[in-house]
């Protein structure tokens, strides 16, 4: 089983940048596709990227692309979320997760990203 902790969330005026931080422990996701989720107060969780295990396959929501850039680092288990010109409507609790046979199998406990206007 892998585990999930992300890091990097906080308050940022709209149009500022953060960079959220996935540490990955247990078993290695060098094989796994993962992503990031993100879900707002009375909303449903919802998709926002996601990259497959050699980081050369990505898929964005189109609410993100452009703004947003996901990587990983499979040699230290650690995938990131770049985030920039944020825009109020970002704001969120953003959650890292990992995929195999195409379902989010493993979540992270999630970071708030709040963008103010």
């Known amino acids: 089983q892998v585990q999930l902790v992300e890091s990097g969330g906080g308050l940022v005026q709209a149009g500022g940048s953060l960079r959220l931080t996935c540490a990955t422990s247990?078993?290695?996701?060098?094989?796994?596709?993962m992503g990031w989720l993100r879900q707002a107060p009375g909303k449903e969780r919802e998709f926002v990227v996601e990259?497959?295990?050699?980081?050369?396959?990505?898929d964005y929501s189109g609410s993100v692309k452009g703004r947003f850039t996901i990587s990983r680092d499979n040699a230290n288990n650690t995938v990131y979320l770049q985030m920039k010109r944020l825009k109020p409507e970002d704001t969120a609790v953003y959650f890292c997760?990992?995929?195999?046979?195409?379902?989010?199998?493993?979540w992270g406990q999630g970071t708030q990203v709040t963008v103010s206007s």
């Open positions: 247990g078993r290695t996701i060098s094989s796994q596709s």
């Open positions: 997760a990992a995929k195999r046979n195409s379902i989010w199998y493993a």
């Open positions: 990259i497959n295990w050699s980081g050369v396959y990505l």
